[in-house]
């Protein structure tokens, strides 16, 4: 199977680089005080794996949990500080090729950090008046309880899986015609870059698309670390009107971004030659984009569409 014409002028979609529109705000506003709630029980501290894992490198302790990512994540997600699909305009169009092509298509999410991807592929499933079977696999419960959130209100149909993907069994090999995920690549560190494109092969069906995207860079260094962090202050005040409803005064948001400065790391890949290494089994497309960034701002990103081979 070759990749379309459709699927090729997907890559091509770049735009500009994105700005909070009002319908993500609106969500926005509304889910991030529970995000933070939820976070509070459901990011249960893990053995292995997890943002735990792949949080601050070096010597210093890791968090026991992952509450300091998915409670404060929607925060940032509202001073436009962290990768979500919408920085990316070429989901709506890769989503929306394999769906016109297969409406009943298998999707499986790979991992998400709230229902951001969720919201993603559900445009482009009213777009193209698709009735996919939707899967959404995490290691953590709040990003799937976000999911049952954006579900329920909207209607859809998911089926929710908390578990390590790289290690769960209850997911079925060749199950799958669509797996998508917003930089997973980013959030993993380099022995499970391939360890994950390898169990995206084993559950994709013959000619099954990856559709993600990835950050290119280096390392978060400390003054990476501080400049997020200070950016995150200046437009906490900046856009202090968003955070009426955030049940936490000022300082306390301050707090909570600070944290999360201090442990989000990202695992960015180096190059071409690392995305075309990972993706060898696959008939590859990508295109290096602009994005606004998270800790350099702004940054060069990859938009992947990979069709097994």
Not at 29 to 56: D, I, R, V
Not at 84 to 111: C, H, M, Q, T
Not at 202 to 229: H, W, Y
Not at 260 to 283: C, K, N
């Amino acid at each position: 199977m070759t990749i379309t014409d459709d699927e090729q002028q997907a890559l091509k979609n770049t735009g500009g680089l994105y700005q909070l529109d009002e319908s993500n705000l609106a969500l926005l506003l509304e889910s991030s005080p529970l995000m933070w709630e939820w976070s509070q029980t459901a990011c249960a501290g893990k053995a292995s794996g997890g943002m735990e894992e792949w949080a601050k490198d070096g010597s210093d302790a890791p968090p026991r949990n992952c509450a300091w990512y998915h409670g404060t994540w929607q925060l940032f997600r509202l001073l436009n500080m962290v990768a979500v699909p919408p920085w990316y305009e070429f989901y709506g169009e890769a989503l929306g090729s394999i769906l016109r092509g297969k409406p009943d298509a298998n999707v499986l999410i790979s991992a998400a950090a709230d229902y951001g991807m969720l919201c993603t592929l559900h445009e482009s499933i009213g777009a193209t008046d698709s009735q996919p079977r939707i899967t959404i696999c995490d290691i953590c419960e709040s990003p799937l309880m976000a999911c049952q959130w954006y579900a329920q209100r909207n209607n859809l149909e998911i089926n929710c899986l908390c578990d390590d993907l790289l290690a769960t069994r209850k997911l079925e090999s060749r199950s799958f015609d669509l797996i998508v995920t917003d930089e997973l690549l980013t959030v993993l560190k380099a022995p499970s870059k391939p360890l994950i494109v390898e169990r995206w092969r084993d559950l994709l069906k013959p000619g099954g698309v990856v559709v993600t995207t990835a950050m290119v860079g280096n390392a978060t260094t400390p003054d990476l670390r501080n400049g997020f962090a200070s950016r995150a202050r200046r437009l906490l005040d900046t856009h202090a009107d968003r955070f009426h409803g955030a049940e936490a005064d000022h300082d306390e948001l301050v707090r909570r971004c600070e944290q999360f400065a201090a442990y989000h790391t990202r695992h960015m890949v180096t190059g071409e030659a690392e995305v075309r290494s990972l993706f060898s089994d696959f008939e590859l497309m990508y295109s290096l984009i602009e994005t606004p960034g998270e800790c350099v701002n702004p940054t060069s990103s990859f938009q992947i569409f990979a069709r097994l081979l």
